[in-house]
């Protein structure tokens, strides 16, 4: 297990270099002067050319790439052309609240989705089931960012319950949270639902009765573990597109978010920003892979088995 | 185990039906057997002949809905189990009755290391610590020819065959007095057929369990059952001891499924297997449900049930054609 941990992580510095080079070779055939960018249009020729020199950008690709490589093992991502300040600071100040968002999006629809899918499962065909199952559906359709305009409308501006936008204290969460956390939820109940049913209807399930065991150790001890592990996959793959951010969320809520900024990035063509915000979201889609890699070999022998 | 001759199981008209939308499954019809302390029945029947059904019925496991008791008694120890409460019927399961399951691949959990499955059941029903439980899992393992090593080992380490073994000692943890086997070798090579078999032999005689052995293979009957139920779509169409069934069977469908396995002694002889098919138990035919493919039906045949009918000691037909010499 140690073992595999390592390899995987190994492997990541093969993927991470594939990320960097598409990355670069992205930037250095886009059209238009990065010293334009910096310094606007009207600059002069002395100017632009001491730019240039700056920024090394007359030097071989290759050399340019190496240097790329070489600053960014460093977490060196230079500074940022808007704002001047070292692009490794201004990603690292937004970066914690969207993986807060993220992380409690997650944890949110993991709540709401496992326990409901267990419950209509256990009663299939029950009203209770039906209603699940057309909230869910609902709930799974609709734009994340509709719903949260509404909750805004609703809670924020006329029952004044929670604070409209904003980013920090518990109430500020609750909106966002539920937005985007709403239809993931409503996927996890549908994941957990049809995994349970099929789970209960197997064999071991069978065993376990016959063995004199309660009805609720049955469905929590002996199915559960096993409809858990399609569930993990689509948890993590959530969380793994959460943390390139909830671009509509952040906006709506004015949450100091990555997604939001790297969208502002992109459109001022703040190149060392794109790259710097780029490869910390394909580091943390990695790593996330990887953890659910782990949590799938705790919950299943089987696949534990694999890792070798 | 207090009178020697009384039944320690003794089902009459268990009929279990299937409610689905298609229709009614009529998947156990008027079954009747019973069983004494310390003996072995093989209920022996084909595919789709309502075994399964019988034996989770007797469990109280039957999947509802769409399954359905809708008549008869289950008297097992002086008490009817379908007027058991589902936590009285779980004090039975596991301790007093317990069961071995036909596919050993998926019967146990992928989960949970062997030795906890085993240790589960003990747990359940013995007053034990958790260790104590473990260490009588370890006896078992042990009894069933599985080294202790193995005993943290998960389901997927293990072959057919062992995970088998795994089943029998799960079932026989707690020292039930009645032990049903669904076809517990259907899915073994034939050379680990022999030795489970043996195996559940030796621990069934062991500590003088009754079992209820489940199967479609004769000679699996002739090699450990003392008697035997012939069941053909849904109901026993003949019972007797296994001697007197093997010597002297009566009803058609028994000495048709006699005549439909190869005798290496007498090689002159071929094979006649019974013309026809099962009945779908959806749509079964009127009057005796065998009719259709009998060689000796006659026209009442078609209208009328038969009835149990005596034609031995203990050697009870369903057929009309005995019904009218006995009565
Ligand atoms: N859960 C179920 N729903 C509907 N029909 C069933 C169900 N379980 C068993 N049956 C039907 O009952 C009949 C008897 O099945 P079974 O008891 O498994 O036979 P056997 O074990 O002798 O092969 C079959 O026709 C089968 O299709
Ligand atoms: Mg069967």
Known sequence: ?308 | MSKNNENLLNIENLSIHFFIEEGTVAAVNDLNFSLKPGETIGLVGETGAGKTTTALGIMSLIQSPPGLVVDGSIIYDGRNLLELSEAEMRAVRGSQISMIFQDPMTSLNPVFPIRDQIAEVVMLHEKVTAAQAIQRAEEMLDKVGIRKERAKDFPHQFSGGMRQRVGIAIALACNPKLLIADEPTTALDVTIQAQVLELMKGLKEENNTSMIMITHDLGIVAEICDKVAIMYAGSVVETADKKELFNNPKHPYTIGLFNSIPDIEKDEEKLKPIKGLMPDPMNLPSGCSFHPRCDHAKPECSQKVPKHTQVNDGHYVRCLLFEEGGE
């Open chain 1, 1 to 308: 297990m140690h073992k595999y941990i390592l390899r995987r992580l190994l492997m990541m510095i093969p993927v991470l270099i594939g990320v960097m080079f598409i990355i670069f070779v992205l930037d250095y055939i886009r059209p238009g002067c990065p010293s334009r960018v910096i310094l606007g249009e009207a600059a002069s020729p002395e100017a632009i050319a001491r730019v240039r020199e700056e920024l090394r950008l007359d030097d071989p690709f290759l050399i340019r790439f190496g240097s790329f490589v070489g600053n960014a093992l460093t977490l060196d991502f230079g500074r940022s052309w808007q704002t001047n300040r070292p692009v490794f600071q201004e990603i690292f100040a937004r970066f914690p609240n969207t993986m807060q968002l993220a992380g409690m999006s997650v944890i949110f629809a993991l709540l709401m989705g496992v326990p409901l899918g267990i419950l209509s499962a256990t009663k299939q065909y029950s009203i209770f089931d039906i209603i699940a199952n057309f909230t869910g559906l609902l709930a799974a359709a609709i734009p994340n960012f509709w719903l949260g305009m509404m909750m805004v409308i609703l809670f924020g501006v006329n029952l004044r319950i929670f604070p409209t936008s904003g980013w920090g204290t518990p109430m500020h969460w609750v909106m966002p949270v539920v937005a985007i956390g709403a239809s993931s939820a409503a996927i996890i109940m549908r994941m957990t639902r049809s995994s349970m049913l099929e789970c209960i209807r197997s064999d071991y399930i069978r065993t376990a009765r016959a063995k004199g065991q309660k009805e609720s150790v049955v469905i929590f001890k002996h199915a559960l573990r096993n409809a858990l592990i399609p569930v993990t996959t689509v948890a993590g793959l959530t969380f793994g597109a959460l943390l390139g951010g909830a671009v509509l969320t952040e906006t709506i809520f004015a949450i100091p978010g990555l997604g939001r900024f790297m969208v502002e990035a992109i459109s001022q063509m703040d190149q060392p920003l794109v790259q710097g915000g780029v490869l910390l979201i394909a580091i943390s889609f990695s790593l996330v892979n990887l953890l659910v890699d782990i949590l799938y070999a705790f919950i299943d022998p089987r696949i534990r088995s694999q890792y070798r």
